[in-house]
């Protein structure tokens, strides 16, 4: 057998295990009872978090001088960093002046 008749084999072997998946796939029920599903999950929650940072930026440049946009902020970057206690910081504060950067040699 030459190579690309065993690539062709190999390709139409794929496609029908792949085929033969979605079937499979599609055939089974769920499980899940009647008004239980992906519909009532956290998705259509209100996300407390999500909606305050929808707020500022809506309010632009103003949200940075807004104290919720910087705790919504601080809030937001520990999710996402995976904090489990909250910094406590804003991004408006800054760490400790920078008065090395300023000096003369």
Known sequence: MDG???ART?????VAAAVTAAA??????ENNPAGK???TSA????N???DGLRRCQVLGEAALRDDGCARLWAAQRDRFLGLKQ????SIVEPDA???ALHEAP
């Open 4 to 6: 690309k008749t065993l």
């Open 43 to 46: 998705g259509l929650m209100p």
């Open 97 to 99: 002046p920078d008065a």
């Open 10 to 14: 190999a390709a139409v072997i794929f």
């Open 48 to 50: 407390l978090l999500r």
């Open 86 to 89: 909250p910094s406590g910081r």
């Open 24 to 29: 499979l796939g599609m055939s089974r029920k």
């Open 37 to 39: 599903g992906a519909h």
